[in-house]
């Protein structure tokens, strides 16, 4: 799934737009969180 988001992301380098620059923003965001939110669980698991 993030494999094809990257590809898209690469597609959309052909033709630049504001709204995909905007989306590729938000998209940085939402895999900085998950990699937050991984390495949580991580820690908790290790806890354990």
Do not use: H, N, Q, T
């Not at 094809?4 to 959309?12: E, N, Q, R």
């Amino acid at each position: 799934m993030l494999i094809k988001l990257l590809f898209s992301k690469d597609a959309s380098k052909k033709k630049p737009e504001k709204k995909e620059r905007s989306s590729w923003k938000v998209l940085k965001m939402l895999i900085r969180l998950a990699i937050l939110v991984y390495d949580a669980l991580r820690f908790f698991e290790g806890d354990e």
